[in-house]
């Protein structure tokens, strides 16, 4: 079967893990190739945090008509707010062959793998310790005790999910974590156009 030319580029990591970061220095670069898919979430914004633009903020009402209606291409139950992908940027996204970077949780990536196959590459970002984790949550001022627990609490299932991923990629120093990240993503998007080989 032949693949449609976009990219769907999931980026997983536990929170606080780097993945919003990582993601926002490689949409500065402003390739034109580049987009992001705005999920939906019943969670309150945090912070500067824009409707729209990070997410959508909508009500649970809401998101469930959504699901109802299958606006989503996959949804999940995250920290305990619902988050879901929409449809319609990613089937576009791929038919005109743009890269979409999807901020997701890893439930969401291997739903995404399971529905787009080579489609879809999926990138974990790793934190470089539990200690470093904790203290990049902590340091970034945005959550409660309470909300730091829940995420920490998650970690090792969701590392545990991170073999399913096509790379791993662990964010000692954030601008080796960015080039990285940037040069998969080329190469398999390159690989997949029947350019260069992903090896080359
Ligand atoms: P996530 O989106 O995975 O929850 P963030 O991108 O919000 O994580 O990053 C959590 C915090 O860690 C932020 O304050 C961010 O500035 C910081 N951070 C991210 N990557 C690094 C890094 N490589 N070195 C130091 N701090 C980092
Ligand atoms: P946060 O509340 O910190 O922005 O995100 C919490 C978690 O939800 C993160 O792991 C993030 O990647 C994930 N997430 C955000 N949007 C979606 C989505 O549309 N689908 C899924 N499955 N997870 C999402």
Request: hydrophobic share 35%.
């Amino acid at each position: 079967m032949q693949n449609k030319p976009g990219l769907l580029v999931v980026i997983s990591a536990p929170s606080g893990g780097g993945k919003t970061t990582v993601i926002r220095e490689i949409l500065k670069s402003g390739d034109d190739l580049f987009q992001y898919s705005v999920s939906a979430t019943t969670r309150k914004p945090r912070g500067h945090e824009k409707d729209g633009v990070d997410y959508y903020f909508i009500s649970e009402e809401e998101f469930q008509r959504r699901v109802e209606a299958g606006d989503f291409i996959e949804w999940a139950k995250v920290h305990g707010h619902y988050y879901g992908t929409p449809r319609q940027p990613i089937d576009e996204a791929i038919a005109r062959g743009k890269i979409i970077f999807l901020d997701i949780d890893v439930q969401g990536g291997l739903e995404v793998k399971k529905q787009y196959g080579d489609d879809a590459l999926l990138i974990f970002i790793m934190p470089p310790s539990m200690e470093e984790l904790e203290k990049r949550l902590r340091g970034r001022k945005t959550d409660s005790e309470a909300e730091i627990a829940k995420r920490l609490a998650a970690v090792p299932v969701e590392i545990e999910k991170s073999r399913f991923y096509d790379a791993v990629v662990v964010n000692n120093d954030l601008q080796e974590t960015v080039k990285k990240v940037r040069e998969i993503v080329y190469k398999t998007y390159q690989a997949k156009a029947g350019g260069l080989k992903a090896h080359d």
